[in-house]
């Protein structure tokens, strides 16, 4: 008996030795998490977004994932100006947390324990060209309202009001028939004021393989061909990008949402994670928004490129490459930063930073079906393609889903073939070609105060007639 209460004793010590070592082990990581995660929002709220430390502060660090929300405050930033890189640390015994910018995209976040050699000066600015006309520039853009656009001030207004649609906004900006009617920001908020799309990035995702598309590049019916998938017997080979901008791939993940720690904060390459999850249903056949599907999408498409790129090398002309940022000059979206990872995927599911002009520019891409400035930079069809819900649909949701792009052809008083970018915290895009009308709205709203855009949008519409 003596024997096993000894055996029970040390068997039970061992158990509870495990679970404190386990327990430490996650509050490092949780705690390496807030550091990435904090010196990622410092690093690109400061240097792609023109704002203060004290406004990323109040603003981009309030309202923010449970897990690390206590932690964040506790951290200490260390901001190096001249060679532009954010330092958090996390932990005595380990190199800080490190984000590093860099003009063409922005903030990179450098995985747990790298303590490589700095970037170096920045010595090259990017071109904004604001002296240009709207919308390549942003000169008299303000100066083109049309009459009656009073109504759009009035609703615009109630959108800084809590109590009228929710959320915190910082911006508002109503185009119509190519022209700003109403732009309102938030205090210490203008025009060139960038913040984080959140999941409107996906839009912006669909919107860049649209253009490899246009480029004869990528073909979104065609399996994705990603190197990880090519065993023989795994299932997963026959995925499409289609399936993947429609949210219907089939695999499960971490977590479904908008929600993919491992990337956002822990400085893992979506590369390394994305690819990793099992199938779990039949692609095509199920509807799960979840973040790694874009990220696929893009793997894929910039995967595409390189091959056609191998197989036909200088046949190609200069422009035909996956290049966010070289898109976005054709647009004037000049102060929009696609951010990557730490080895240069792009993370479109999320990590871009824009201001609310840009977000229009966007906008007006569509409205356009895809022509700019006399060059059609995305299919005839990808306007109709993206709005299309031809895939399987959200059962809990007001809003339908294209292919990367939400719905709104649900809802009463908006005319049918609104569609729509949404993103965390309250950032909307919204697209209603039949009323050459964009909206945008950007917010810091939390997850117990949202933004009612499906409202916001009914009395935008309403102030047209």
């Known amino acids: 008996m003596l024997k096993k209460l000894v055996s029970i004793c040390v068997i039970g ?31 690109s709220g400061l240097w792609n977004g023109g704002k203060s430390v004290a406004d990323i502060k109040a603003d ?47 903030c990179t976040a450098m995985p747990i324990g790298f303590g490589g050699v700095k970037a170096g000066p920045q010595t090259k600015r990017r ?7 709207w919308p390549m520039g942003d000169q008299d853009a303000a100066a083109q309202k049309s009459a009656g656009s009073s109504g759009f001030e009035m609703v615009a207004g109630r959108a800084f009001d809590p109590q009228a649609f929710g959320g915190k906004t910082s911006a508002i900006l109503i185009v119509q028939n190519g022209k700003i009617q109403t732009e309102k920001y938030k205090d210490g908020h203008d025009l060139h004021t960038g913040q984080r799309t959140w999941s409107v990035a996906k839009s912006i995702a669909g919107t860049l393989i649209g253009h490899s598309v ?20 795994d299932p997963r080979q026959f995925i499409t990008i289609d399936n993947l901008m429609r949210m219907a791939s089939g695999l499960t993940s971490d977590t479904a949402g908008n929600r993919t720690d491992a990337i956002y904060m822990g400085g893992t390459s979506a590369s390394e994670q994305a690819p990793i999850w099992p199938l779990l249903y039949q692609p095509g056949t199920r509807f799960r928004y979840a973040n790694n599907d874009i990220l696929l999408a893009v793997l894929a498409a910039q995967a595409g490129h390189l091959d056609k790129q191998s197989r036909l090398g200088h046949d190609l002309p200069a422009d035909h490459g996956f290049d966010p940022f070289a898109f976005f000059q054709k647009l004037g979206m000049t102060r929009t930063y696609a951010e990557t990872d730490w080895q240069d995927n792009y993370i479109l599911s999320s990590q871009v930073w824009t201001t609310a002009r840009d977000l229009g520019r966007l906008g ?14 995305l299919p005839e069809n990808w306007r109709e393609y993206v709005s299309t819900p031809s895939g399987p649909q959200p059962e809990d949701r007001n809003f339908g889903y294209g292919a ?11 005319p049918k ?29 939390s997850a117990e105060d949202r933004f009612d855009v499906e409202a916001f949008t009914k009395e935008i519409v309403a102030a047209i007639n």
């Open 60 to 106: 981009e660090l309030t309202g923010i994932y449970d897990r690390i929300a206590d932690i964040v405050p506790t951290l200490v930033e260390e901001v190096d100006e001249n060679e532009r890189q954010v330092r958090v640390r996390f932990a005595e015994d380990a190199p800080p947390r490190a984000a590093i910018w860099n003009r063409m995209t922005g």
């Open 364 to 377: 007006m891409l569509y409205l356009d079906n895809g022509m700019w400035n006399g060059e059609r930079l």
């Open 13 to 43: 010590g061992l158990f509870s030795g495990s679970a404190l070592a386990q327990d430490a082990e996650s509050v490092r990581y949780e705690r390496a998490l807030a550091a990435g995660y904090k010196a990622q929002f410092i690093c």
């Open 127 to 133: 071109e904004f060209h604001d002296e240009r006309p």
């Open 214 to 233: 246009q480029q004869g590049m990528v073909d979104v019916n065609a399996r994705t061909g990603l190197s990880q998938w090519q065993a023989f017997g």
């Open 417 to 445: 073939d609104a569609f729509a970018g949404f993103g965390n915290r309250g950032q909307y895009l919204v697209i209603i070609p039949s009323l050459d009308l964009v909206v945008v709205r950007r917010g810091y709203d």
């Open 404 to 414: 990367t792009f939400w719905l709104m052809n649900q809802s009463e008083g908006i």
